[in-house]
């Protein structure tokens, strides 16, 4: 009996307070959170509205230039691939990795990154007709750009392959490949004073 | 499904290094071609008891496609579009220094003709040896002086067993082959044999029929096209009610053909090819080949 008083004691007291605020404020019989708090105006809150849009993700800074992991070959599928574009006329080049982009986002095929290696330029000396000296006739630029296929289907890829050498314009060499370490390291410059003190601390 | 297709599923694959070009008409009619398997595991071999006995016997038939050299002509919408496209971009773009330079000779020679013209006062640079009409002339010259090769030539277009016919449209091979007791057209052909995957059966048919110095690059690994067909009622036995034969794309890469081939071989367009393939088999193969 001892244990229970407390227990009839505080059900008493519990229905006490209950029975006191229904009795002044029949709309708390419900707590949710569309109920306003408020402490002594009654119109205090009364604007809030922020609590009831759905929860957003939070937003971080978005880490750019990750270093995509190399997806290995499977049974069924190819591992990372480069198709590289390079020609001289840039326009046309541009326009085909464009194209192979929009192929591969219309085959639902994965597209890791899209990026242009540096461009080369080449020097065409010409023998003049009289004398011995070489003169710069022309420089030839080549542009070269990388589309990054992170898995494609085995059963997608003659397709893939045929439609895109199909459409190939004239001037602009097609690449594909397949994507190593030493492909990533390409992509950066080399900093001459890093290898002198480099070279310094090993001599 | 038979062997083979557990083999496809089974094998790990041979990763590819292609490297394709398209270069001008002078140097020749195919596109340059460098292929390297890097890694080609053998299949490995399913035991007798695994297999099921199916009465369909297996064939690999190779579809040899040559691409196109040239760019197709364009339709008269399409001139008129290009023509107005360079038209406008004429009319935007900004004077480059060739035609500055004309510009400034131009102006030097008018200023020289004039009555008061007085040679100290010019501020003397150094005098180009050449001026840049001059220039002009000499690349016009030299322009003249070459001469690019006929985009179509008629004679050679007729000539259906020739790879260089209609370079601006891309051709199929097709070779004539025994088929039960009749000769038909069809693309080549072989019977599939133990311990071999589909695509090495594919090669060989390529190889069976045309010359030895002739270079294809397959596309994949996986089939691009079947077609089923029974064998007439006389000839079905217990162990064989038809045959099965996948079809695998391949590209022609640059080989001049040394050797006459061993079969009467044709190279025909996807238009052509209603005159000579029989009509059920025409429908399957017709799915996978691309007019582009």
Redesign the interface.
Same mark, same amino acid.
């Given at each position: 009996l001892q244990v229970t008083f407390p227990q009839q004691a505080s059900i008493l007291n519990l229905s006490l307070c209950r029975a006191t605020p229904s009795i002044q404020h029949p709309m708390w019989s419900t707590a949710s959170i569309n109920e306003r708090q408020y402490r002594d105006m009654p119109t205090h809150g009364i604007g809030r509205w922020r609590h009831l849009l759905p929860k957003q993700a939070s937003k971080k800074k978005k880490v750019r230039n990750q270093v995509k992991d190399l997806v290995s =070959?499977?049974?069924? =599928?190819? +591992?990372t691939l480069n198709v590289k574009v390079s020609g001289y006329d840039m326009t046309v080049v541009e326009h085909y990795s464009q194209y192979i982009h929009n192929l591969c986002n219309r085959l639902n095929i994965k597209v890791a990154e899209s990026y242009a290696l540096p461009t080369k330029s080449t020097e065409v000396l010409l023998m003049q007709e009289q004398g011995n000296k070489t003169f710069v006739d022309a420089v030839l630029k080549t542009h070269q750009r990388v589309v990054q296929l992170s898995s494609l289907n085995?059963?997608l890829? %003659? /397709?893939f392959?045929?439609?895109i050498?199909?459409? $190939? %314009? *004239? +001037? /602009?060499?097609?690449?594909? $490949? *397949?994507h190593t370490e030493a492909d990533y390291l390409l992509r950066f410059k080399a900093r001459p004073e890093l290898d002198g003190l480099i070279a310094q601390i090993y001599q | 499904m038979a062997a083979p297709c557990r083999k496809m599923a089974s094998r790990s694959f041979s990763r590819l290094l292609c490297y394709f070009s398209s270069t001008a008409v002078g140097s020749g009619a195919c596109r340059r071609f460098s292929v390297t398997p890097i890694d080609r595991a053998t299949p490995l071999g399913s035991t007798a008891a695994d297999r099921a006995t199916s009465p369909w016997s297996l064939m690999a038939a190779v579809c040899l496609q040559r691409l196109p050299v040239i760019s197709a002509d364009c339709s008269p919408i399409e001139q008129r579009f290009k023509q107005m496209l360079q038209q406008m971009e004429l009319e935007k773009s900004l004077v480059s220094d060739h035609e500055l330079r004309l510009l400034e000779d131009a102006e030097k020679m008018s200023r020289r003709q004039a009555a008061d013209y007085d040679s100290d006062e010019e501020d003397r640079g150094d005098q180009e040896i050449m001026m840049t009409q001059d220039l002009e002339d000499t690349w016009e010259q030299r322009l003249k002086n070459f001469h690019p090769a006929p985009r179509v030539r008629a004679d050679v277009d007729e000539d259906l067993s020739s790879a260089q016919r209609c370079l601006a449209d891309s051709l199929v091979l097709l070779a004539e082959q025994q088929v039960g007791a009749e000769k038909l057209w069809l693309l080549p052909q072989a019977a599939w044999q133990e311990g071999e995957t589909l695509r090495q059966t594919a090669e060989r048919a390529l190889d069976s029929v045309t010359a030895a110095g002739v270079k294809a690059t397959f596309l994949g690994n996986a089939p691009c096209g079947v077609y089923k067909y029974k064998l007439p009622k006389a000839a079905r036995t217990e162990g064989s009610v038809g045959r099965k034969v996948f079809f695998f794309k391949a590209i022609l890469a640059d080989g001049a053909p040394g050797s006459a081939p061993t079969a009467p071989l044709l190279w025909v367009k996807k238009s052509e090819l209603q005159e000579y393939l029989k009509p059920a088999y025409m429908t399957k193969v017709d799915r996978f080949i691309l007019n582009l």
């Open positions: =070959a499977t049974d069924t =599928a190819y +591992g085995a059963s890829c %003659p /397709v392959m045929d439609v050498l199909k459409n $190939q %314009p *004239e +001037g /602009v060499q097609l690449s594909v $490949q *397949e | -």
